[in-house]
């Protein structure tokens, strides 16, 4: 392994502007790369001049060709299963036609049966069946010797879970074991056709800048997916998965993680990932009292109230309703943001919004870059201006009602 | 200014500045409207060894003095000068321990005022307030013990501290050289609470009587010698006050804080008000002043650390002139915020509620001129 | 009880900003901190080792300047800090990560449990945790949120999950990882902070772990970053002009225009 700039540098210093460590100086004309090198690789993409190497020895004798197919690890609860889980079918098709592969799912449980028959009516080749009562609850010692088991009596290329509490602690677990590569929480997936590899793509640094990774000499090339971006597919009718039972034994496992009690908390009945109009207070609403405008605004809009990071961190609304990196993502139809700078963190979770209103007093606010309308004034202002109009019937709601 | 603040003061000043951001300012208008006395921060300035600060290292403490007390009283007087007395008071009821106790009684109460144990100082009564030596609390003498009957009143941090320093007449005819100063702890039979006021400002500060009826207080607990009473209360508050010029002067640089920012928000007649030259010159004023009393504050209190003895006037100069100022600042920020200024949504009408016992408590600012005067013609 | 604890620094990445002419991230000024999720691992770890004595230690990998964050965790009341550096250690993936701090773990020796921030707020993969517990064979559990019991043989936690919790009891040594609701981080105190000052940090490389070559830094890393983007933003921002009265009829009009629902 090694990092090292050719005679052929020029000396352009477009790799000093690149690094995201700050790990290249110029000395005498030249980049000189510094100990705080990550070897992220950016420099090496910018160079003009290709003068910039990155060696890797691969200390990897597997053979590569005897992975195939793509799965997606089934995660339920209660017999339920996970909403990510169809997303994850979504997009598994997708590749597994890039891939001409074939599309199998891997469904651990108890008394499961009757969902390995529903996950079979989706486009998927297979749905292996691990149907045991010690599946009952998550174990993360259990569940990791089952997949990894499966992994290695079947050898598929590329294992997809849903980065979630159960996915986002399971993955990491199996791929250490198999010592294999994990990419957590990616957005968008894709493949190299050419090289048949995955490309596993997620947002890095708070959603800065979105970074591209693979897995090219491991397997099976694991990723956790965001909940929420890919599509669900429909049920075929004409066509049914194959299901095979694996009949798990559980062999000399000292299981040492024992499940006391599961708790369901009755949230407050915010699911603003399926609003169609979210409003939503950052900073600039002030205080926890003035955030009931905004609930008012998104009660007569038929929408959810979000918020972004600094308004959960002040306490004005609970972490359910927060937005952004460390939050939900949303899509809505409309998201109304007021009095929130916009900041990367918060940006990620909601540009994905048909339209984006900006309420902000600050004109510089970046919001507004990112906005289709903008409003440049006092929040305490506009809405309440915003709600009597509304509330008079002037306007988009009865477009609203005229077309829901 | 620079003030050529060693590593220890900046850690000092650094860390109460960090507390009072990020854990008293979003708690100030709660405390200042329940009166509550403000345990939580207690807990953390403990936690964080600032009631160490003043404290010798023999008895766990960071070594420092008057100098130190006072940079923590400033910093955290900055965002609440009600929370930062719960500090600065026990500064205060610890002073005489830490002046005139024997070794065993600083080992056994300074190491745990180190620790962040509340004291309280009880001169003060009701028709002694600053006629002092006109007290009627008496302490007789019972074989080992005194007994101590009497009220005393406004006792900062009362009910709230574990460990008191009462002044308390052993001897009558001896006027003021007849008093005597004891350890009381919380819990001693027969002392017990009265009131608790109900204050214009510091109202996070808790104000309260203590009663003593046939309290028996054991022979060991006497600070100095018997009849030195009135010496020890003396020679504490000489020392003590740079903290209540501190803590003005912290009331006062925080009343400018806001009144920066402000001033760059509130925009009239199409700009900030910042812009203004009336405002402009009365910020200037407030700084000028602020600096001149916290320049003036350092000075004394490191004038106190450095051992010398003749420092009354001194002391009173810096807790009367910082006491003033920082009643001018506030009022002149009320001014700046104007109508905003008078209502209780923004900080600084307290900071002018708060101002005011600057000028009034640990000897009025007339006190401190009487003694000001009095020691100009001494040489 | 001997608890590691292993943090991370990260840039404060609420300070970042992206400089939309060069696409990359404007880095100068950006304060280094340790991962806020794991100011709340050391807390944790603190209060136990309050509760049962014992000891606290903070590991971390990373270039020299790492060393600030570690006497930042001094400062707060930690025993021991250890800096894991080495040009051998760079380039590193969850996994090479993972085995490396756990082989570094193996070295402190007789530890009972690990605590981990939930994630780093510059990567934001969780991984890096349940990889060490895999690396060090022990058990481990995710996102808690609450220590409700903890002795000489074994653990017992609340474990944050959509829409509820689990209570899960584990043998020690086991491994957790913290949200930020488990506690309330303390301030660091004059006196871990004056011995933040003169404490020598040390530091292992690669040649003070009994470690396999291959398994660390780039080399031990499956994963690459093949190409990094900045998101694109949209620029077609109409913005409305006039008083709040104006702006809410301009809005509404637009909106109406559209048609938008």
Known sequence: ?404 | MDYFLTEKQQIIRDLCHRISQEKIKPVVQEYDESGEFPWEIMDILAKSDIFRVFIPEKYDGLGGGIFEMSLATEELSRVCSGIALGFAATGLGSMPILLFGNESQKQKYMTKVADGTIAAFALTEAEAGSDASNMKTTAEKDGDYYVLNGVKQWITNGGVADIYTVIAMTDKNKGSRGATAFIVEKGTPGFSFGVKENKMGIRASTTMELIFENCRIHKDQVLARPGMGYIVALKTLDRTRPGVGAQAVGIAQGAIDVCLKYSREREQFGQPISNFQAIRHMLADMSMQTEAARALVYAAARMIDSGAKDISKESAMCKCFAGDVAMKVTTDAVQIFGGYGYMKDYPVEKMMRDAKITQIYEGTNQIQRDVIASNLWKK | MNIVVCIKQVPDTTDVKIDRNTNTLIRSGVKSIINPYDTHAIELGLQIREKLGGKVVVISMGPPQVIDSLKEAVSMGVDDVILLSDRAFAGADTLATSYTLAEAIKSIGNVDLVICGKQAIDGDTAQVGPGIAEHLNTPHTTYVNELCNINSANITVKRMIEGGYEKVEMDLPALITVVKEVNEVRFPSIRGILRSREIDVPIWTSKDLNIDFTKIGLDGSPTQVVSVSTPQINTQTEIFTGNAKEQVHKLLEALNEQKIF
Request: hydrophobic residues 40%; contains cysteine.
């Open chain 1, 1 to 404: 392994m090694s990092i090292r700039v050719t005679d052929s540098c020029i000396g352009c210093e477009l790799c000093i502007n690149k690094c995201p460590f700050d790990a290249i100086k110029m000395e005498s004309g030249k980049a000189i790369i510094l100990e705080n090198c990550t070897l992220c690789g950016a420099c090496v993409e910018v160079c003009p001049v290709n003068s910039i190497e990155i060696n890797k020895s691969i200390n990897n004798d597997i053979n590569l060709d005897e992975y195939k197919n793509i799965w997606v690890f089934a995660e339920q609860r209660d017999g339920e299963i996970n909403q990510v889980v169809y997303e994850l079918i979504g997009e598994g098709i997708k590749l597994s036609q890039k891939l001409n592969e074939e599309l199998c799912v891997v469904l651990i449980g108890s008394d499961v049966k009757h969902k390995a028959e529903e996950l079979a009516q989706y486009d998927v080749e297979k749905v292996y069946l691990l149907d045991n009562e010690k599946f009952k609850n998550y174990n993360d010692e259990i569940y990791t010797t089952a997949m990894t088991e499966m992994i290695e009596k079947h050898k598929p290329s590329i294992i997809l879970l849903g980065a979630t509490a159960m996915g986002r602690s399971l993955g990491p677990r199996v791929s250490a074991r198999v010592e294999t590569g994990l990419t957590a929480d990616c957005t968008e997936l894709d493949i190299d056709v050419e090289k048949r590899i995955l490309l596993q793509t997620r947002p890095a640094f708070g959603g800065n800048i979105m970074a591209t990774i693979v897995c090219e000499n491991h397997r099976p090339q694991m990723a956790t997916v965001r909940p929420g971006v890919m599509q669900s597919p429909s049920k075929l009718s004409h066509r049914k998965g194959k299901i095979i039972i694996e009949d798990f034994v559980i062999n000399n496992l000292e299981i040492k993680t024992r499940l006391i009690e599961i708790v369901k908390e009755i949230e407050d009945k915010v699911k603003i990932e399926e609003a169609e109009i979210i409003v939503s207070g950052g900073r600039g609403v002030g205080s926890g009292e003035e955030f009931s405008m905004l609930k008012e605004l998104a009660h007569v809009l038929g929408g959810a109230v979000g918020a972004s990071r600094a308004a959960v961190d002040s306490g004005w609304i609970s972490y359910n309703h927060q937005v952004g990196q460390t939050g939900k993502t949303v899509s809505p139809k409309i998201y109304i943001a007021c009095g929130i700078s916009g900041a990367i963190q918060h940006l990620v979770g909601m540009k994905s919004s048909d339209i984006i209103i900006a309420i902000n007093k600050d004109s510089n606010a970046p919001i507004f870059n990112y906005s289709t309308y903008g409003l440049v004034g006092d929040l305490h202002e506009i809405i309440p201006m915003l709600i009597k109009e509304l509330k008079q019937g002037k306007s988009f709601p009865e477009a609203a009602t005229a077309v829901d």
